[in-house]
C-alpha cells in the first residue's frame, strides 16, 4: 500500500483565522514533506521531516508552522495567511531523504484565503 | 544547483499514437529519475523511476530512458489512451544526504479519442 492521505480536500479560510492541514502516511515511512503547487506550476518544497524532526525549510513563511507528532502524522498549521498563499497543499513521504528514496504523494489539500 | 528542463509544454497525439517527453538536468552528481502523472484535482502519482545505474527501464505501455553523458532522460508512452491525458512532470536528485527533488515544469499530455 502506498497511500498518503490529507485532510481536508478544501479549506476555505479569512486572512485572520487559524487552520491546520493534517497528512497521514503508515507505510513506515520515516521522511515527510510538505509542497505547495499552483495552478499549472511543479510542486514547490516548503519542509522536510526526517525521523520527525525538521531537515529542511525553504524559506517558508512563518505564517506556515509544520509539525511532526509522531512518525505517520505531519501537520501543517496556517495563520493570518495572504490571498496569494491559495494553493494545493501536497504532502508526501519516502522511506527516508537517502539516495532515491521515491516519494509518495497524497491527494493534496485545496486551500482558497480570502 | 539543480535545473531540470522539460519539453514539450503540450502534446496532443491521437489515441494509439506514442507520445515521448523529454527532459535534461544540469548536475551531474543527479542519480536519481522519477516521472509523476497528474491527473486534475489530484496529487502527482508515480509512474515509473530510473537510477543512474540503468539506461532502460519498462513497465508495459511505459518506458524511461537515460543518457547520462548527455544529461537527459525521456518518457516513452506507447498505444497512448485517452485515459493517459494528464499532466506529467520529471524529477532528478543528487546523491546526497538531504537533497531534494527538482523538478520540470510539467508536460500536458492530450489524447483524443
Known amino acids: 500500500d502506498t497511500e498518503v492521505t490529507q485532510t481536508p480536500k478544501h479549506l476555505v479560510m479569512g486572512m485572520t483565522n487559524k487552520k491546520s492541514l493534517k497528512c497521514e502516511q503508515h507505510?513506515?515511512?520515516?521522511?515527510m514533506y510538505w509542497y505547495k503547487q499552483k495552478a499549472k506550476k511543479p510542486p514547490e518544497l516548503m519542509f522536510v521531516?526526517?525521523?520527525?524532526?525538521?531537515?529542511i525549510n525553504e524559506s517558508v513563511p512563518s505564517r506556515f508552522s509544520p509539525e511532526c507528532p509522531n512518525s505517520s502524522l505531519l501537520n501543517l498549521h496556517l495563520h493570518a495567511l495572504q490571498p496569494e498563499d491559495s494553493a494545493l497543499y501536497l504532502c508526501?513521504?519516502?522511506?527516508?531523504?537517502?539516495?532515491?528514496?521515491?516519494?509518495?504523494f497524497g491527494p493534496g489539500t485545496r486551500l482558497t484565503v480570502l | 544547483g539543480e535545473n531540470v528542463e522539460q519539453h514539450p509544454s503540450t502534446l496532443s497525439v491521437q489515441e494509439g499514437d506514442s507520445a515521448v517527453i523529454k527532459c535534461t538536468y544540469s548536475?551531474?552528481?543527479?542519480?536519481?529519475f522519477p516521472w509523476y502523472k497528474q491527473e486534475l484535482g489530484k496529487g502527482p502519482q508515480l509512474i515509473i523511476d530510473?537510477?543512474?545505474?540503468?539506461g532502460e527501464k519498462k513497465d508495459q505501455r511505459i518506458a524511461v530512458t537515460l543518457n547520462k553523458t548527455a544529461k537527459h532522460f525521456s518518457l516513452h508512452i506507447t498505444e497512448t489512451q485517452p485515459e493517459d491525458s494528464a499532466v506529467y512532470f520529471c524529477?532528478?536528485?543528487?546523491?546526497?544526504?538531504?537533497?531534494?527533488?527538482?523538478f520540470g515544469k510539467g508536460t500536458m499530455l492530450l489524447v483524443s479519442p
Open positions: 508526501a513521504s519516502s522511506q527516508g531523504i537517502g539516495r532515491g528514496d521515491t516519494q509518495y
Open positions: 507505510m513506515g515511512h520515516r521522511a
Open positions: 521531516y526526517s525521523y520527525e524532526k525538521l531537515s
Open positions: 548536475d551531474s552528481a543527479s542519480n536519481y
Open positions: 530510473i537510477r543512474s545505474n540503468v
Open positions: 524529477a532528478a536528485r543528487m546523491n546526497s544526504g538531504y537533497s531534494t527533488l527538482t
